[in-house]
């Protein structure tokens, strides 16, 4: 925990393991969400889940329809449902941008819950955002016009200004990561350009990884995720990858139980306490 309170460096000052481990850090914390008493009794991984259930569901990309696999899926499905979303449909700040698109924004506060402002006392805004991480080999970065010494500029086909910029390659690969929003967090993009769940991929990856002669399966204690969190992860991810039928542990079930049915009744309770006003 001491590390997660250290002041954040700026990521472009941070070792590929100082990248890893701040995105780390994220997905502890999606996972602490599932964990708290207000949702660790609806998570999806209590329940007995079909393979078919479990592809139908899969977080998937609506620009591309492909669906997100590994342990990069099962920590989207979290992040959905710990969110409130209805679906498991995602898409990335890139893509909206290209698709014409706006990202919902929110204040930011800081750990007493006060607002955080910029340079100008204005409030810092932010979208609610995944992220992932990949290796790139190379990078963009904005392009200088010569002339005046200023990143050039140009503008979309939407009529949207931004700024042009271009590849540079790494000498060595750079850990980067990749924003991905809820479809709901996102405005303004034609519908028609988005598309449905593709699963076409799906047999291949999983032959690959049958495929494989150690275990495929992520090192979760690495990342910080131990204990009953792991265990869990781990069996749905099992499932997921191997196309099987997902049955959770006796103790996902009594959790299920237990906190299920008082996340239940609150609600009902709350319901009748208006009515009786």
Not at 82 to 111: C, W
Not at 175 to 190: A, P, R, W
Not at 213 to 225: A, D, Q, S, Y
């Amino acid at each position: 925990m001491e590390k997660e309170n250290q002041e954040r460096k700026d990521w472009n000052e941070m070792s590929n393991n100082e990248r890893l481990e701040f995105v780390n850090q994220k997905k502890r914390i999606v996972v602490g969400m599932a964990l708290s008493e207000r949702n660790i009794g609806k998570m999806f991984w209590n329940y007995d889940l079909s393979n078919q259930k479990i592809e139908k569901t899969m977080p998937y990309n609506k620009a591309t329809g492909k669906p997100f696999l590994g342990l990069n899926g099962v920590m989207l499905r979290t992040f959905a449902q710990v969110n409130g979303y209805k679906s498991n449909e995602f898409i990335s700040a890139r893509q909206v941008f290209e698709l014409g698109g706006k990202i919902k924004t929110y204040p930011m506060h800081d750990k007493e819950g006060k607002p955080i402002l910029d340079k100008d006392g204005q409030p810092v805004l932010k979208g609610k955002s995944f992220q992932y991480e990949y290796m790139a080999e190379y990078g963009m970065q904005p392009k200088i016009d010569p002339n005046t010494n200023e990143p050039m500029k140009a503008i979309s086909k939407e009529g949207r200004e931004y700024i042009v910029k271009e590849r540079v390659d790494y000498a060595t690969p750079k850990l980067e990561t990749m924003n991905i929003y809820h479809i709901s967090e996102v405005s303004g993009i034609d519908k028609s350009k988005l598309k449905s769940l593709d699963l076409s991929n799906l047999p291949t990856y999983r032959e690959k990884l049958a495929e494989q002669t150690k275990n495929t399966l992520p090192n979760l204690e690495k990342i910080g995720i131990t204990g009953v969190a792991k265990d869990t992860i781990l069996r749905f991810l099992n499932a997921q990858n191997k196309g099987l039928d997902y049955t959770p542990s006796q103790l996902q079930k009594s959790i299920a139980m237990k906190y299920g049915k008082a996340q239940e009744i609150a609600p009902k309770q709350k319901e009748q306490g208006r009515g009786g006003r």
